[in-house]
Protein backbone atom coordinates (compact mmCIF):
# COMPACT_ATOMS: atom_id res chain seq x y z
CA UNK A 1 0.00 0.00 0.00
CA UNK A 2 0.87 3.38 -0.86
CA UNK A 3 2.24 5.68 1.99
CA UNK A 4 0.11 8.47 0.68
CA UNK A 5 -2.33 9.91 2.91
CA UNK A 6 -5.83 11.61 1.82
CA UNK A 7 -5.89 14.71 3.21
CA UNK A 8 -9.04 15.49 5.47
CA UNK A 9 -11.16 17.88 6.75
CA UNK A 10 -8.84 17.39 10.07
CA UNK A 11 -6.04 18.66 8.82
CA UNK A 12 -7.48 22.34 7.88
CA UNK A 13 -8.39 24.16 4.89
CA UNK A 14 -6.42 24.12 1.22
CA UNK A 15 -5.44 27.26 0.36
CA UNK A 16 -4.58 28.31 -3.43
CA UNK A 17 -2.79 31.16 -4.66
CA UNK A 18 -5.02 33.97 -5.64
CA UNK A 19 -4.40 37.35 -7.08
CA UNK A 20 -5.95 40.24 -4.26
CA UNK A 21 -8.80 41.81 -4.88
CA UNK A 22 -9.35 45.21 -6.41
CA UNK A 23 -9.52 47.91 -3.77
CA UNK A 24 -12.93 49.26 -4.17
CA UNK A 25 -14.29 53.17 -3.56
CA UNK A 26 -17.38 53.40 -1.64
CA UNK A 27 -19.93 55.42 -3.09
CA UNK A 28 -22.54 57.61 -0.44
CA UNK A 29 -26.00 56.18 -1.26
CA UNK A 30 -27.49 59.73 -2.15
CA UNK A 31 -24.77 60.75 -4.46
CA UNK A 32 -26.31 59.92 -8.00
CA UNK A 33 -29.73 61.39 -6.92
CA UNK A 34 -28.22 64.13 -5.37
CA UNK A 35 -26.20 65.04 -8.79
CA UNK A 36 -29.18 64.59 -10.87
CA UNK A 37 -31.16 67.49 -8.44
CA UNK A 38 -27.91 70.00 -9.27
CA UNK A 39 -28.34 69.38 -12.70
CA UNK A 40 -32.54 69.92 -12.40
CA UNK A 41 -32.10 72.95 -10.20
CA UNK A 42 -29.43 74.50 -12.63
CA UNK A 43 -31.57 73.84 -15.78
CA UNK A 44 -34.58 75.21 -13.92
CA UNK A 45 -32.43 78.78 -12.65
CA UNK A 46 -31.61 79.21 -16.30
CA UNK A 47 -35.33 79.14 -17.57
CA UNK A 48 -37.15 82.00 -16.21
CA UNK A 49 -40.86 82.47 -15.35
CA UNK A 50 -42.93 84.23 -18.10
CA UNK A 51 -44.40 87.38 -16.63
CA UNK A 52 -47.77 87.13 -15.31
CA UNK A 53 -49.13 89.77 -18.42
CA UNK A 54 -47.63 86.99 -21.38
CA UNK A 55 -49.47 84.24 -19.35
CA UNK A 56 -53.03 86.23 -19.87
CA UNK A 57 -55.39 84.51 -22.56
CA UNK A 58 -56.71 87.84 -23.83
CA UNK A 59 -52.91 89.13 -23.94
CA UNK A 60 -51.59 86.58 -26.28
CA UNK A 61 -53.72 87.12 -29.17
CA UNK A 62 -52.74 90.63 -29.36
CA UNK A 63 -48.90 89.77 -28.92
CA UNK A 64 -49.34 86.61 -31.92
CA UNK A 65 -50.46 90.00 -33.89
CA UNK A 66 -47.85 92.48 -33.21
CA UNK A 67 -45.23 89.56 -34.16
CA UNK A 68 -47.03 88.68 -37.09
CA UNK A 69 -47.21 92.77 -38.25
CA UNK A 70 -43.46 93.23 -37.23
CA UNK A 71 -42.62 89.90 -39.71
CA UNK A 72 -44.64 91.41 -42.25
CA UNK A 73 -43.23 94.80 -41.98
CA UNK A 74 -39.75 93.91 -41.72
CA UNK A 75 -40.46 91.89 -45.11
CA UNK A 76 -41.74 94.49 -46.91
CA UNK A 77 -39.05 96.89 -45.65
CA UNK A 78 -35.97 94.54 -46.74
CA UNK A 79 -38.01 94.28 -50.56
CA UNK A 80 -37.79 90.38 -49.79
CA UNK A 81 -41.22 90.23 -51.45
CA UNK A 82 -42.51 92.63 -54.88
CA UNK A 83 -44.96 95.15 -53.04
CA UNK A 84 -46.98 94.03 -55.75
CA UNK A 85 -47.54 90.98 -54.59
CA UNK A 86 -47.23 92.07 -50.73
CA UNK A 87 -47.61 95.80 -49.89
CA UNK A 88 -46.21 97.08 -46.48
CA UNK A 89 -48.78 97.44 -43.76
CA UNK A 90 -48.77 101.14 -44.11
CA UNK A 91 -50.02 100.88 -47.70
CA UNK A 92 -52.90 98.70 -46.78
CA UNK A 93 -53.28 101.36 -43.93
CA UNK A 94 -52.82 104.16 -46.43
CA UNK A 95 -55.56 102.67 -48.90
CA UNK A 96 -57.87 101.65 -46.15
CA UNK A 97 -57.60 105.62 -45.07
CA UNK A 98 -58.23 107.06 -48.56
CA UNK A 99 -61.31 104.87 -49.34
CA UNK A 100 -62.90 106.41 -45.93
CA UNK A 101 -62.69 109.51 -46.79
CA UNK A 102 -61.97 112.25 -50.18
CA UNK A 103 -59.22 113.48 -51.85
CA UNK A 104 -58.25 114.88 -55.11
CA UNK A 105 -58.78 112.83 -58.37
CA UNK A 106 -55.17 113.23 -58.98
CA UNK A 107 -52.34 115.70 -57.78
CA UNK A 108 -53.56 119.82 -59.02
CA UNK A 109 -57.07 118.05 -59.49
CA UNK A 110 -59.74 120.39 -58.65
CA UNK A 111 -62.22 117.46 -58.49
CA UNK A 112 -62.94 115.90 -55.66
CA UNK A 113 -63.45 111.90 -55.32
CA UNK A 114 -64.75 110.06 -52.17
CA UNK A 115 -64.29 106.39 -51.36
CA UNK A 116 -63.96 103.78 -54.19
CA UNK A 117 -66.17 103.16 -56.89
CA UNK A 118 -68.21 106.37 -56.00
CA UNK A 119 -68.85 104.60 -52.16
CA UNK A 120 -66.60 105.25 -49.23
CA UNK A 121 -65.66 101.78 -47.57
CA UNK A 122 -67.47 101.35 -44.73
CA UNK A 123 -70.89 102.00 -47.08
CA UNK A 124 -69.48 98.72 -49.33
CA UNK A 125 -69.59 97.17 -45.87
CA UNK A 126 -73.10 97.80 -44.76
CA UNK A 127 -74.29 96.72 -48.40
CA UNK A 128 -73.05 93.51 -47.63
CA UNK A 129 -74.38 92.82 -44.41
CA UNK A 130 -78.03 93.90 -45.53
CA UNK A 131 -77.15 91.69 -48.21
CA UNK A 132 -76.70 88.75 -46.05
CA UNK A 133 -79.21 89.94 -43.45
CA UNK A 134 -81.68 89.38 -45.64
CA UNK A 135 -80.66 86.18 -47.35
CA UNK A 136 -79.86 84.87 -43.71
CA UNK A 137 -83.38 85.98 -42.05
CA UNK A 138 -84.99 83.51 -45.26
CA UNK A 139 -82.90 80.99 -44.32
CA UNK A 140 -83.53 81.26 -40.61
CA UNK A 141 -87.24 81.19 -41.07
CA UNK A 142 -87.59 78.62 -43.90
CA UNK A 143 -84.79 76.72 -42.79
CA UNK A 144 -86.63 75.74 -38.99
CA UNK A 145 -89.80 75.20 -40.30
CA UNK A 146 -88.48 72.93 -43.22
CA UNK A 147 -86.25 71.46 -40.17
CA UNK A 148 -89.10 70.65 -37.93
CA UNK A 149 -91.34 69.15 -40.99
CA UNK A 150 -88.51 66.91 -41.79
CA UNK A 151 -88.28 66.18 -38.28
CA UNK A 152 -91.37 64.93 -37.30
CA UNK A 153 -92.61 63.51 -40.96
CA UNK A 154 -90.90 60.49 -42.01
CA UNK A 155 -92.09 59.90 -45.49
CA UNK A 156 -91.25 63.70 -46.08
CA UNK A 157 -87.79 63.33 -44.41
CA UNK A 158 -86.81 60.60 -46.64
CA UNK A 159 -87.93 62.42 -49.56
CA UNK A 160 -86.26 66.10 -49.43
CA UNK A 161 -83.13 65.15 -47.38
CA UNK A 162 -81.17 63.98 -50.44
CA UNK A 163 -81.68 67.09 -52.10
CA UNK A 164 -80.85 69.34 -49.34
CA UNK A 165 -77.68 67.72 -49.07
CA UNK A 166 -77.28 68.28 -52.74
CA UNK A 167 -77.30 71.50 -52.53
CA UNK A 168 -74.95 71.71 -49.71
CA UNK A 169 -72.38 69.73 -51.22
CA UNK A 170 -72.76 72.79 -54.10
CA UNK A 171 -70.00 75.48 -54.25
CA UNK A 172 -71.87 78.61 -54.60
CA UNK A 173 -70.17 79.53 -57.92
CA UNK A 174 -71.65 76.18 -59.43
CA UNK A 175 -75.22 77.63 -59.41
CA UNK A 176 -75.13 81.36 -59.51
CA UNK A 177 -75.46 81.69 -63.71
CA UNK A 178 -78.40 79.82 -63.48
CA UNK A 179 -79.53 82.36 -60.77
CA UNK A 180 -78.54 85.04 -62.67
CA UNK A 181 -80.79 83.45 -66.01
CA UNK A 182 -83.54 83.54 -63.31
CA UNK A 183 -83.59 86.60 -61.26
CA UNK A 184 -81.32 88.59 -63.44
CA UNK A 185 -77.92 90.51 -61.85
CA UNK A 186 -79.60 92.94 -59.15
CA UNK A 187 -79.72 91.88 -55.64
CA UNK A 188 -82.37 89.92 -55.86
CA UNK A 189 -79.57 86.71 -57.41
CA UNK A 190 -77.25 87.96 -54.40
CA UNK A 191 -80.23 87.16 -52.11
CA UNK A 192 -80.86 84.03 -53.48
CA UNK A 193 -77.63 83.33 -53.62
CA UNK A 194 -76.93 83.82 -49.44
CA UNK A 195 -80.55 82.05 -49.01
CA UNK A 196 -78.73 79.25 -50.38
CA UNK A 197 -75.68 79.21 -49.02
CA UNK A 198 -77.19 79.49 -45.59
CA UNK A 199 -80.63 77.62 -45.59
CA UNK A 200 -79.48 73.66 -45.71
CA UNK A 201 -76.86 74.14 -42.73
CA UNK A 202 -80.20 75.09 -40.28
CA UNK A 203 -82.20 72.98 -42.07
CA UNK A 204 -79.52 69.53 -41.43
CA UNK A 205 -79.37 71.45 -37.07
CA UNK A 206 -83.01 71.23 -36.84
CA UNK A 207 -83.34 67.81 -37.41
CA UNK A 208 -80.95 66.77 -35.58
CA UNK A 209 -81.98 68.73 -32.58
CA UNK A 210 -85.49 67.69 -32.32
CA UNK A 211 -84.37 64.27 -33.14
CA UNK A 212 -81.61 64.11 -29.96
CA UNK A 213 -84.85 65.15 -27.61
CA UNK A 214 -85.15 63.04 -25.02
CA UNK A 215 -88.79 61.83 -25.57
CA UNK A 216 -89.45 60.87 -21.83
CA UNK A 217 -89.20 64.45 -21.55
CA UNK A 218 -91.92 64.78 -23.92
CA UNK A 219 -94.18 62.09 -22.59
CA UNK A 220 -93.77 63.40 -19.35
CA UNK A 221 -95.25 66.32 -20.32
CA UNK A 222 -98.09 65.03 -22.07
CA UNK A 223 -98.70 63.01 -19.05
CA UNK A 224 -99.29 65.82 -17.08
CA UNK A 225 -101.82 67.09 -19.46
CA UNK A 226 -99.68 69.38 -21.53
CA UNK A 227 -101.63 69.07 -25.60
CA UNK A 228 -99.11 68.25 -27.97
CA UNK A 229 -98.22 71.86 -29.03
CA UNK A 230 -97.67 73.40 -25.49
CA UNK A 231 -95.13 69.69 -25.56
CA UNK A 232 -93.57 71.05 -28.60
CA UNK A 233 -93.33 75.07 -27.63
CA UNK A 234 -92.32 74.18 -24.54
CA UNK A 235 -90.25 71.16 -24.42
CA UNK A 236 -88.80 70.11 -27.60
CA UNK A 237 -88.76 73.71 -29.32
CA UNK A 238 -86.15 74.67 -26.14
CA UNK A 239 -84.21 71.62 -26.66
CA UNK A 240 -83.55 71.73 -29.95
CA UNK A 241 -82.55 75.59 -29.93
CA UNK A 242 -78.72 74.70 -28.85
CA UNK A 243 -78.43 72.76 -31.81
CA UNK A 244 -80.60 75.15 -34.10
CA UNK A 245 -78.49 78.03 -32.93
CA UNK A 246 -75.21 75.74 -33.83
CA UNK A 247 -76.19 75.65 -37.42
CA UNK A 248 -77.51 78.97 -37.52
CA UNK A 249 -73.72 79.88 -36.34
CA UNK A 250 -72.66 77.65 -39.30
CA UNK A 251 -75.12 79.23 -41.46
CA UNK A 252 -73.66 82.82 -41.26
CA UNK A 253 -70.19 81.75 -42.26
CA UNK A 254 -71.14 79.77 -45.30
CA UNK A 255 -73.12 83.10 -46.15
CA UNK A 256 -70.32 85.32 -45.38
CA UNK A 257 -68.07 83.07 -47.33
CA UNK A 258 -70.29 83.41 -50.26
CA UNK A 259 -71.09 87.05 -50.12
CA UNK A 260 -67.43 87.39 -52.68
CA UNK A 261 -68.96 85.03 -55.23
CA UNK A 262 -72.80 86.74 -54.93
CA UNK A 263 -70.92 90.22 -55.36
CA UNK A 264 -69.17 89.24 -58.17
CA UNK A 265 -71.73 90.40 -61.44
CA UNK A 266 -72.63 93.94 -60.32
CA UNK A 267 -71.77 93.71 -57.08
CA UNK A 268 -71.04 97.78 -56.15
CA UNK A 269 -71.94 98.82 -53.96
CA UNK A 270 -70.18 95.41 -51.65
CA UNK A 271 -67.65 93.83 -50.04
CA UNK A 272 -67.05 91.23 -51.86
CA UNK A 273 -67.41 92.84 -55.31
CA UNK A 274 -64.95 96.28 -54.35
CA UNK A 275 -62.39 93.09 -53.03
CA UNK A 276 -62.59 91.42 -56.68
CA UNK A 277 -62.82 94.48 -58.86
CA UNK A 278 -59.24 96.08 -56.60
CA UNK A 279 -57.96 92.66 -57.18
CA UNK A 280 -58.37 92.88 -61.26
CA UNK A 281 -56.41 96.62 -60.97
CA UNK A 282 -53.83 95.11 -59.72
CA UNK A 283 -54.58 97.67 -56.34
CA UNK A 284 -52.71 95.19 -54.04
CA UNK A 285 -53.60 97.62 -51.00
CA UNK A 286 -56.95 97.74 -51.16
CA UNK A 287 -57.47 94.51 -51.93
CA UNK A 288 -55.66 93.60 -48.70
CA UNK A 289 -57.81 96.16 -46.26
CA UNK A 290 -60.73 94.71 -48.01
CA UNK A 291 -60.02 90.70 -46.71
CA UNK A 292 -58.99 92.19 -43.31
CA UNK A 293 -62.41 93.99 -43.10
CA UNK A 294 -64.16 90.95 -44.37
CA UNK A 295 -62.16 88.93 -42.08
CA UNK A 296 -62.80 91.19 -38.95
CA UNK A 297 -66.71 91.22 -39.81
CA UNK A 298 -67.05 87.85 -39.49
CA UNK A 299 -65.02 87.93 -36.55
CA UNK A 300 -67.46 90.13 -34.81
CA UNK A 301 -70.64 88.00 -36.41
CA UNK A 302 -69.46 84.88 -34.79
CA UNK A 303 -69.11 86.91 -31.59
CA UNK A 304 -72.34 88.14 -32.15
CA UNK A 305 -74.08 84.83 -32.35
CA UNK A 306 -72.12 83.08 -29.58
CA UNK A 307 -73.66 86.43 -27.38
CA UNK A 308 -76.97 85.33 -28.60
CA UNK A 309 -76.69 82.14 -28.58
CA UNK A 310 -75.74 82.06 -24.39
CA UNK A 311 -78.40 84.36 -23.92
CA UNK A 312 -81.40 82.51 -25.44
CA UNK A 313 -79.92 79.01 -23.87
CA UNK A 314 -78.39 80.15 -20.71
CA UNK A 315 -79.19 76.52 -19.10
CA UNK A 316 -76.70 74.83 -21.47
CA UNK A 317 -73.70 73.33 -19.69
CA UNK A 318 -75.27 73.57 -16.63
CA UNK A 319 -77.99 70.73 -16.84
Not at 199 to 226: C, E, K, Q, Y
Not at 232 to 252: D, E, H, K, T
Request: aromatic share 8%.
Amino acid sequence: MSDATTPTASDGPTTTDTAPAAPTTPVAAGTAIAGTAIVEGAATAKRKPMPAWMQSKKIQPIISLILLIAVWWAATSANLINSLYLPSPQAVWHAFIEANSCRPASAGSSRIVCGEQQYFLWQHLVVSLERIGIGMLLGIIVGVLVGFLLAEIGWLNRIILPYINFIRALPPLGYIGLLIVWFGIGDTTKIWLLFLAAFPPIVLATVDGINGVNRDRVNSALSLGASRPKAFLFVVFPSALPSIMNGIRLAVGFAWTTVVAAELNNGIPGIGALAYLSGTELNTPLTIACIFVIGIAALLLDWLILGITHLVTPWVGKE
